[in-house]
Structure formats: C-alpha cells, structure tokens
T-cell receptor, first 115, second 111 residues
C-alpha cells in the first residue's frame, strides 16, 4: 500500500530564517507530487507540482521554491522566511496513470509559524 | 480563472439531521469534482469523487451530486452524527491533476 510522509509536523521559525520541508511517498513509482498551503482564513492553494525528477512547476509567485531530487521525494524551501509564509503545508500525490480519475492522497501536513 | 465557492462557511446542527453543503464553480471545463473532509490540524481525507460525465456518487450516508452545466455540486449527509463534525472541502480538478479548492464549510453536529 502507498504511504505519504511529511516532516516536521510542527515548526516555529523566526523571520528571515531558511526553511526546508520534506515529503516522501512510499509504495508507488513516478507519482505526480503537489505542495499546497492553507493559510488562516484562506482556502487550500496549490503552490508547486512536479511530474518527474527535477521537473517543477510553480503556480503562484512567492518566497518559496520546490525541488524533487528523487522520484518519491519533494522538498519545499525558502532562503528567508516572511511572516506571510505561516500556514499549514500539505503534500499530495497521485499516480500519473490515474490522473483525472482518482483522488489525490494527502500527507498529514506541517504547521509552520513564522514569528 | 476557475473559482470555487462553498456555502455556508459554517453550519451547526443537532444530531440526526439531514444536511446539505453547497459548492459552486465558475468554469465547467473540469475533469472531476471531489469532496474532502479535514479534521482540525490534520490532512485531507477523500470522501467522494464525481467524474465530469457523472451526476452523483454515494458512499454510506454521503451522497454528492454534480451539475456541470450550472457549475454546482451538493454534498448530502444523512442522519448526521457528532463524528461528522469537521471541515468539508470541495475541489475541482483541472489540467495536470491540479485541484482548485473552495474555502470549506465547517460543520458542527451537536449531540
């Protein structure tokens, strides 16, 4: 069976510090991977998606970047955090063969607070 | 630009009531519409997925309908229970597996 992991679960960082959030998927190959952010008072917003190693598409201009160094690993980064980066970050995956016919599977999320 | 709206934003009902959550979207060019449940501080759990060619899907006490031409979906919850208390999110899938989400309806079912 497939499993998706995110860490850390909770993070408190000062403004201007770097960020690295990690997402890994087990039990599948060549998944599409997604990073979403859920900010207070706002809905879930797609930040980045990846259809393969090294292939990253950005949905919104922002202070964040994403990388996919391995097939089942997706990393969200920032060089200098802003207060507005606070939120709940969710990683998701879907089998590319089932895109359009199957749901995305979400990880447990990382709660980021920037002070 | 696709926009998804959910009404109401919050709902409180006594246990046992049947209830309807509403979702509307602005562009009918979708692959499917999905309903998710989110418990506080947790990730999303998929409830129902309706393909663009389908009209409804059912799972247990949940029934979701889709009217693509009018850009509307409803989630019907029968005989609500306190364990149904959560935020319910509607999302439409557009190209490359992208999901566009509504802001959710927070449901409280009182015992």
């Amino acid at each position: 069976s497939q499993t998706i992991h995110q860490w850390p679960a909770t993070l408190v960082q000062p403004v201007g510090s770097p960020l690295s959030l990690e997402c890994t998927v087990e039990g599948t190959s060549n998944p599409n991977l997604y990073w979403y952010r859920q900010a207070a008072g706002r809905g879930l917003q797609l930040l980045f998606y990846s259809v393969g190693i090294g292939q990253i598409s950005s949905e919104v201009p922002q202070n964040l970047s994403a990388s996919r160094p391995q097939d089942r690993q997706f990393i969200l980064s920032s060089k200098k955090l802003l207060l507005s980066d606070s939120g709940f970050y969710l990683c998701a995956w879907i089998s590319v063969e089932r895109e359009g016919t199957d749901t995305q599977y979400f990880g447990p999320g990382t709660r980021l607070t920037v002070l | 630009k696709q926009e998804v709206t959910q009404i109401p934003a919050a709902l409180s009902v006594p246990e046992g009531e049947n209830l309807v959550l509403n979702c509307s979207f602005t562009d009918s060019a979708i692959y499917n519409l999905q309903w998710f449940r989110q418990d506080p501080g947790k990730g999303l759990t998929s409830l129902l997925l309706i393909q663009s060619s389908q009209r409804e899907q059912t799972s247990g006490r949940l029934n979701a309908s889709l009217d693509k031409s009018s850009g509307r979906s409803t989630l019907y919850i029968a005989a609500s229970q306190p364990g149904d208390s959560a935020t319910y999110l509607c999302a439409v899938e557009v190209n490359t597996g992208k999901l566009i989400f509504g802001q959710g309806t927070t449901l409280q079912v009182k015992p």
